[in-house]
């Protein structure tokens, strides 16, 4: 049974929120985030490929990734302004696809005790239609199928480490 | 006599927009912006000294500078996900005295012809509380101070040209 996924776009606000609680505790769920080898293993939809450019989680960092099926590749880009496990990730986020959309990403990483965390997400967009043209998209399958291959993936770390 | 600059918050979105007309072209207007040895010139409301730290305005580039005058200091800093002067500028924007409230700001540079530009700037806000404490900050006057001064730096770079 895998946790609910919240996605919230306020009427006429250019914002999507996220909102989502992990069963893993806040510093492997931030490291999920900032690890390449692991954020492979879980972003976007399932029956995709992400190959990975550059990840360079930091104040000051960036990055860029493809996300590849059998019909087409999506690439995506991004520069990071902070990023920390108590103050969370800020950064920026562009679909190649439409370039000069670009968006400003919030993430934090609540520590909810008892090995749970709770993730909070904020899009920023710069106008009303990209944000409607994202949720358009099909969005939230990604973001769903995303969090719970990364559920998969935690489950999996905690059972190798207790082995 | 020096051109308008119009500070605009549309009711109910994040947003402050600004729009400015500059009598010289195109390349010389976005060269003040990425020049830091331009950019310390004209930057911000008069009677401001500006240390620049870092100024790297390039695509994954960053800057920080600290607006300083008899009372305090007022450091800023943001990343850079894009810069041209085909395409405009596209960074985040922090004041670190307010940690955390990060604004993605898009700055475009419109080659008006006759050797004159038109600046479009636009704000992005992660909600509208931090908008409106931006605009009851005073920052219109270092707004129209600061273009003032960039239109007195042209002019001055202009005439040094012609002499």
């Known amino acids: 049974m895998t946790n609910p996924t919240t996605i919230t776009a306020p009427e006429g606000l250019p914002f999507i929120e996220i909102e989502r609680e992990v069963d893993a505790p806040v510093d492997a769920v931030y490291r999920a ?38 019909d087409g590749e999506y690439p995506f880009n991004g520069v990071v302004h902070s990023a920390s496990v108590e103050n969370g990730i800020v950064q920026t986020f562009e679909f190649e696809g439409f370039p000069g959309i670009v968006t400003l ?45 990364l559920d998969e993936l935690l489950a999996a770390a905690e059972k190798s480490v207790s082995a």
Not at 55 to 60: P, Q, S
Request: glycine share 16%.
């Open 105 to 149: 990403e919030y993430m934090s990483f609540e520590d909810l005790g008892d090995g749970r965390t709770r993730l909070h997400g904020r899009s920023v967009f710069p106008n009303l239609e990209s944000r409607d043209g994202m949720l358009q998209s099909g969005m939230d399958v990604g973001v769903n199928e995303g969090y719970e291959r």
């Open 33 to 70: 985030h900032t690890d390449p080898e692991l954020i492979a293993q879980w972003l976007g939809p399932r029956g995709y490929e992400m190959e990975i450019e550059r990840w360079d989680i930091k104040r000051g960092g960036g990055y860029r990734y493809i996300q590849r099926d059998g």
